[in-house]
């Protein structure tokens, strides 16, 4: 039987529970599983895509049948290099189901053989997302629990929360 190798798409910036809740759920599921960190100069990041690499590198070991790579282009033609049929994507609340949706037709519309198999996260992870965690530490909100160690060591590295709203003691 041929291996069932699965990719997990996304832009990671940076990565948090709810995605690294994903990979450990999946990890058993698939002979090999990629993690794949999308590389798009036209859209503005907090963490250049070497950083995110490195941090996802770090909080998933390597080996194990779990890889960490990036790719540019059409994520099908991805799939294609690293021999995959299986697109893994967590769905969150209904909001997400839209887009979701139409990312998982168009995947099968340019290649028949892609399937985009969903999964929901652990419940307290439900609302989580990239763009509130840069926020809320932004802010000056506490992330406890919310992300990994190193990215909170690397969120303080990048953006200093304002002055007279850290909360985080
Ligand atoms: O974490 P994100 O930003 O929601 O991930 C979106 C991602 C990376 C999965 C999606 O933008 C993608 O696959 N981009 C690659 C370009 C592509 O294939 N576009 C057509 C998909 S329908």
Redesign the pocket.
């Known amino acids: 039987m041929s291996e069932r190798i699965a990719v997990y798409?996304?832009?990671?910036?940076p990565i948090h529970n709810g995605h690294l809740d994903l990979i450990e759920r999946c990890r058993p599921m698939y002979d090999r599983l990629v993690v794949?960190?999308?590389r798009?100069e036209a859209?503005r990041a907090l963490f250049s895509v070497d950083e995110r690499l490195e941090i996802i590198r770090e909080l998933v070991a390597d080996g194990g049948g779990c890889e960490v790579l990036s790719?540019?282009?059409?994520?099908?033609?991805?799939m294609d290099e690293v021999g995959a049929r299986i697109?893994v994507?967590g769905l969150r609340a209904v909001t997400d189901f839209e887009?979701e949706l139409?990312?998982?037709?168009?995947?099968r519309r340019?290649n028949p053989r892609v399937e985009t198999v969903f999964m929901a996260p652990k419940e307290e992870y439900n609302y989580l997302s990239?763009s509130l965690v840069k926020e809320v530490f932004s802010l000056g909100g506490d992330l406890t629990g919310l992300v990994p160690d190193p990215v909170l060591a690397r969120l303080r590295r990048h953006l200093e929360p304002r002055a007279g709203h850290d909360r985080r003691r």
């Open positions: 798409p996304g832009s990671f910036d794949a960190v999308l798009n859209k790719f540019s282009g059409l994520l099908v033609d991805f697109v994507r887009y139409q990312m998982a037709l168009m995947n340019l990239s």
